[in-house]
């Protein structure tokens, strides 16, 4: 064999070889489904709160008025549905004459529509679904626990569930049931004396595929 026969040979199986290697890479890349990721920032913050106003008494202060509920409704993927609903309660329950400030308890959860649901991370005294902070960048996907409704702080005689609020502006996890498969995203919930404020929120539109926390693109 002549030295530019093999010279030619090496040549032609080089570029059968590079050839290759980037069809096989095109078709990993194609074969991936990449991220769909729709941010939305609520600005300005939205706030929600069920207590108007705090009677300061001797050893406190209650709640005005005492049985109240209010809540920020959101259609998430702007299908003209709701499908998220962030809630604070106070409601009245007697149980101490001496300490009227036991009688008053509070709750703030996070409620989801038919099929959809929100990450959350056990229950508390087998009664209440405790909604599952995620750090910023950490991954949500299925491998969170689900449940149609999670609660973000809860004190007082009734239920026996006490739950502490976070501090700052915190994410939560959700998936929503869409075209067989769930999207998955988040939202930024703060918690302050009875008072949610919602910052943004985010989805991966793409069926399936996780979304961290805070990702905006």
Not at 24 to 51: R, W
Not at 89 to 107: D, L, R, W
Request: hydrophobic share 40%; charged share 15%.
């Amino acid at each position: 064999m002549s030295r530019i026969l093999l010279i030619s040979l090496t040549i032609m199986a080089m570029l059968v070889f590079f050839t290759s290697c980037k069809k096989k890479s095109e078709e990993t890349s194609h074969g991936t489904p990449s991220d769909d990721i729709v941010y939305t920032d609520i600005s300005p913050d939205t706030a929600v709160t069920s207590v108007r106003s705090w009677q300061v008494i001797p050893y406190g202060s209650l709640p005005v008025p005492k049985d109240s509920s209010a809540a920020i409704l959101l259609d998430l993927d702007q299908d003209h549905t709701i499908d998220i609903s962030i809630d604070a309660t106070t409601y009245y329950k007697i149980v101490s004459a001496s300490n009227p400030e036991a009688n008053y308890n509070f709750q703030a959860g996070i409620s989801m529509g038919d099929k959809d649901s929100v990450a959350f991370r056990g229950i508390s005294y087998g009664t209440c679904s405790i909604a599952k902070p995620f750090p910023a960048d950490s991954v949500i996907s299925d491998k969170s626990g689900f449940t149609r409704h999670a609660i973000i702080y809860s004190q007082g005689s009734f239920p026996l569930c006490i739950i502490a609020a976070h501090q700052g502006y915190i994410y939560y996890g959700f998936k929503l049931f869409r075209n067989g498969g769930y999207m998955f995203g988040w939202i930024q919930i703060r918690f302050v004396s009875m008072c949610l404020t919602i910052k943004a929120y985010a989805i991966n539109r793409t069926i399936g595929r996780p979304v961290r926390a805070g990702q905006k693109q």
